[in-house]
C-alpha cells in the first residue's frame, strides 16, 4: 500500500476494517480528537506531496478520497458534530464473521474493547458541536453499540445463542 493510500486509509479505520477487510486495523481505534485529526490531514497532505499514482484512474480515485478526506475532517469538522463516526470507531460486530481463525478474532476484538474507555473520552471532548435533536437521535445506536459489547466473546457459527446466522437474500425481478 502507499503512502498515500495508507494515509487516506487511516482517516477511516472502520471502514478498512469492516468493508475493505484490512484486518492490520483489528484491535484499534481511530484517532478521532481534533489534535488527531489534524495529525492525519497532515500526513495525507504529506503523502501527497510524494507525487501522482502511474495510473491515471487510480490517482482520480485516491486523489478523490483525499479531497473528501479533507471535507469530512478538515471543513466540515464531522469527527465534532457527529456522533455516528465515534459510534464506528467502537464497532466490534465484524470481528464475528469468519474471516480469520476464532482465537485471532477474539483477541483482536478484545484489544478493541479495551480501548473503548479511551475512544469514549475522546468522543466526549470531540463531540463539542453536536445539536441536541442529533444527540437524542444518536442515542439508540450508542446503546446498540453497547450492548452488543456485552455479549461476550467471538464463536464460531453456530455456536450458541448470540452466533451470527446465516442471511438468505431473495431477489425480486422489477416489472
Known amino acids: 500500500m502507499t503512502d498515500r493510500l495508507r494515509a487516506v486509509t487511516e482517516l477511516d479505520l472502520a471502514t478498512a476494517r469492516e468493508l475493505a477487510g484490512l484486518h492490520e486495523y483489528d484491535g484499534r481505534i481511530q484517532d478521532l480528537s481534533a489534535d488527531g485529526v489534524q495529525r492525519a490531514l497532515a500526513t495525507v497532505k504529506e503523502a501527497q506531496e510524494q507525487g501522482k499514482l502511474d495510473d491515471p484512474q ?19 469538522q464531522l469527527h465534532r458534530r457527529f456522533p455516528l463516526l465515534h459510534q464506528a470507531n467502537l464497532e466490534l460486530t465484524g470481528y464475528e464473521r469468519d474471516y480469520a481463525p476464532t482465537a485471532d478474532r477474539a483477541q483482536a476484538r478484545e484489544r478493541h474493547l479495551a480501548s473503548w474507555p479511551d475512544a469514549v473520552d475522546m468522543a466526549v471532548r470531540t463531540l463539542d458541536q453536536v445539536p441536541a435533536p442529533v444527540a437524542q437521535a444518536c442515542l439508540g ?6 450492548a452488543g459489547a456485552g455479549r461476550g466473546s467471538v464463536r464460531h457459527r453456530g455456536e450458541g445463542p448470540t452466533s451470527a446466522r446465516p442471511v438468505r437474500r431473495t431477489h425480486r425481478r422489477r416489472g
Open 141 to 146: 445506536a450508542a446503546r446498540g453499540v453497547a
Open 58 to 76: 487510480d490517482e482520480a480515485h485516491l486523489a478523490a478520497f483525499e479531497h473528501s478526506a479533507q471535507v469530512v475532517y478538515g471543513d466540515l
